[in-house]
């Protein structure tokens, strides 16, 4: 980006939705207290086409790159050490392929934050994308609304979406839209970068440390990783 002059604003777009920004100025300014614990979902409802699969970069550089990029940019901390396991048991076309359908990273941060991330390609319920964040003071959650498909097990608890989000484009419409136009205004000279290409290999770094440490089964410290 540097060498070539140029301009490159990386796709990121949970950074301009409305849940994950209030989320991220609330833990900026102590709302929350001591931040000890982060907690990300990502679910998709069915798996994408095999031929997509085969070229996607797995579960880690695809998925879930979204939701470490999330850590990063809410908390402000960097990743310090990772552990990360999956699981093929779902279509056969993820062991084929030597991927994961499901997979869990437990990301420890440079102030001793822990972070849970999960992931699945096979939420039959619908596409869900959330991100807990709990303090010592207090805990919020973004992507939990009226459309996110899960149902309480409590007698009083709320009732099941009846109208759950179906997919990305839908549920990150307005981000996208946000996106697009921080994008404008960007190479016009208006507005800051709100995702260079600096921003997105941190993210990245991550998921390969991931994919590192489910191959080898053993936490992996990201000094191991070689600068890219």
Known sequence: MSAADGVLQLGFMRRFDAGCRTAR????????????????????????????????????????????????????HEVSEVYATGSDAGPPVFRELGDVDTAVAVLTLDDGTLATCTGTRCNGAGYDVRMELAGA??????????RTPIASTEPHGPPPASKPWTGFLERFAPAYEAELAAF?????????????GREALAALRIAEACEVSRRERRPVRMTELPDL
């Open 137 to 146: 003071l207090d805990q919020v959650s973004s992507g939990l609304d009226d």
């Open 25 to 76: 100025e609330l833990v900026r300014s102590g709302a929350l207290g001591r931040l000890h614990t982060v907690r990300t979902m990502t679910a998709d409802p069915s798996p994408p086409p095999a031929a997509y699969l085969a070229t996607s970069g797995g579960l880690y550089r695809d998925c879930l790159v979204h939701d470490f990029d999330m850590v990063r940019w809410v908390t402000g």
């Open 184 to 196: 404008v205004k960007l190479v016009r000279g208006e507005g800051p970068n709100p995702c260079d």
